[in-house]
């Protein structure tokens, strides 16, 4: 490891590290992901439709986290010292179902332990082969030195994605598979669409050292907090305020939570009013299979499900 390279360009990428587990971990995940969507009744692919990452404490996350870990422990104590602990590991996985590249962001805007602390390091492994046709991580080299910058609110109608002026500034991290990616809560970064018809399978361990080394200042924050404006602070408040709303308009008895709206909803069509139906009632779909998949640690990622929800179902006349 280069320090002088990490303080400079805040990342460094050691290649092959995990070769000889990644194929492995990859097969292990792939035949997780197959049980996951078998124990709530879907095929892998509905499955894949609103699901495309998973958080710890998971089986399949929490295998991985023993497989991989003694070989980075050595790597981020180098950087942050000897005394260090694991904050947080995810399984994140792109694929032809949902072909969304993500948006520039710095994890510490978002990634947090909590209000006032985040994390101190990354470390991203490629457990397939990576490259801009299937989701590759862009960087801009050299942008973690500002601090943290901005907390954008990717769920409103006016978000533009600061990725999409980046241009020849960013740096593409094609990857071989057991590559590690080791980087800065504070560099800025994106990832490529997955257009290829080659899926992206990565695994995230976020590190913190103990002591925190990290200093977290003010930053500017862009998430409304007007309630009656989709965001990322009210989406779930707003969705469940329409189903009422139409549940009640049709004298329908109201269910206590929110997955039960969507079960009324969905089960008596009452979305046929909309006027994008099938639109909306794809995404109270998808929406409803990503809450059952919380039971093993399923979540999103800039699917765009939300975003979907927000156009098709709550924010329609």
Known sequence: MDKQFYSENGYFLLNDILADKAKILCDEVHTAIRHMAKSIDLNTSTYLESVCRWDGPSAIVD????????????????????????????????????????????????????????????????????DSSNGALRILSGSHKHGAEIQSDFLAKDFVDLAISWGESSHTLDMRSGSVAVF??????????????????????????????????????????????FGMMNSA????RRLKHILGTERFSLPNTLDQLISVVLEHNLTSSFPEPKKANKALRRLQILRLAKIHGGNDLGNGIWEDIRDYVVEVD
């Open 184 to 229: 800065s809560p504070d560099l800025w970064h994106a990832s490529h669409s997955c257009d290829s018809g080659k899926t992206r399978m990565a695994f995230v361990i976020r590190w913190k050292a103990i002591p925190s080394q990290y200093v977290l200042k003010d930053i500017t924050d862009t998430v409304d907090t007007d309630p009656d404006r």
């Open 237 to 240: 408040k707003l969705l469940e």
């Open 63 to 130: 295998h991985l986290t023993s497989n991989v870990i003694e070989r980075l422990e050595p790597i981020v104590s180098e950087v942050l010292g000897s005394n260090i602990e694991v904050v947080r590991a995810s399984i994140i996985y792109k694929s032809g179902e949902i072909n969304k590249a993500t948006h520039g962001h710095q994890d510490s805007g978002y990634w947090r332990i909590n209000q006032s602390e985040t994390y101190d390091l990354s470390t991203w492994i490629a457990l397939n082969d990576i």
